[in-house]
C-alpha cells in the first residue's frame, strides 16, 4: 500500500489520480485520507465535486467512528491513525490491534471465506463513493503480517501480540457472521472486543508497554509510516 506520508508515495498518488480507471475510487479515498480537499482531487481528477464530497464524508466518518471506538476506554489504550504501516492501530496491554474498517450499509453476511453486501443501489454507491466490499479477512492477515514486519524492526525487549478486527463503521449495517477467521463487528461492538475480545492473548508488561509506546510515538514524530 502507498505510504501517504512519503512525498514520493504522495507523487505517485497525485499521478494516479489523474489516470481513469477500476482502482480509481481506492485512490480517490487515499487522497483524503493523505489531507487533499475536495478541491485539490477534483483539480487532478476532474471528478464531479458532488461525488468527492460523498467519498470525503466517508472517509471522515471512518475516522470519527474509530475514534469514538475507545470512548469510556482506559489510558491502557491508544489509537494510532495515519501513523503506521496499517491506516488504524490501538494500542493496548494485548499489544496491537489492527483495525480493519469498512463503510458498507445494509445487509453483510461472512461465511467462511465467502463474503456478501446487499443493499439498495450499491453499484451506484461503490462508482461514487462507497469502495466494494471485498475480503476484509485477507485485508486483516496481509495487515498483521505488515504491523508484526514493523514491530520486529524495533527489536523491542518483549514480544508484542498482534491481532485484527474488522469494524463496519455505517450506523445501518446488518451483520450475519459464521466461521470466519478474524473477529468481525460493528463499531458499536468494538469496545467490548478490545476490553474482552483480547483476553486469550498475552498480557504486555508495564515495561513492555512502555517500550512500545516509545516506538509508536517515535513513529508519529519521524512522519514514516514503514
Known amino acids: 500500500g502507498l505510504d501517504l506520508l512519503d512525498e514520493d508515495d504522495l507523487v505517485k498518488l497525485r499521478r494516479e489520480l489523474k489516470e481513469p480507471g477500476p482502482e480509481r475510487i481506492f485512490h480517490l479515498a487515499d487522497a483524503f485520507r493523505a489531507g ?11 471528478v464531479d465535486p458532488w461525488f468527492l464530497d460523498q467519498i470525503e464524508e466517508l472517509i471522515d466518518a471512518e475516522v470519527d467512528v474509530v475514534h469514538r471506538g475507545l470512548d469510556g476506554l482506559d489510558k491502557r489504550y491508544a489509537l494510532y491513525s495515519y501513523y503506521l504501516p496499517s491506516d488504524h492501530v490501538v494500542a493496548s496491554h494485548h ?85 470466519v477467521a478474524v473477529p468481525v463487528m460493528t463499531a458499536s461492538q468494538l469496545p467490548d472486543h478490545l476490553r474482552q475480545g483480547l483476553n486469550d492473548l498475552p498480557i504486555v508488561s508495564t515495561a513492555g508497554q512502555k517500550e ?12 514514516k509510516r514503514k
Open 36 to 46: 487533499m480537499s475536495v478541491e485539490d482531487v477534483h483539480a487532478l481528477s476532474f
Open 95 to 179: 499489544g496491537l490491534t489492527v483495525i480493519i474498517s469498512r463503510p458498507q450499509r445494509g445487509v453483510v453476511s461472512a461465511q467462511g471465506k465467502r463474503w456478501q453486501h446487499r443493499a439498495r443501489w450499491r453499484w451506484f454507491k461503490q462508482i461514487f463513493g462507497e469502495p466494494g466490499l471485498g475480503r476484509p479477512d485477507l485485508d486483516a492477515e496481509v495487515e498483521t503480517s505488515r504491523m508484526k514486519a514493523w514491530v520486529a524492526k524495533r527489536n523491542l525487549s518483549e514480544e508484542i501480540p498482534v491481532s485484527a478486527a474488522v469494524v463496519f463503521v455505517h450506523p445501518q449495517v446488518q451483520l450475519t457472521v459464521a466461521d
Open 212 to 223: 512500545l509506546r516509545r516506538a509508536l510515538d517515535e513513529a508519529v514524530q519521524s512522519g
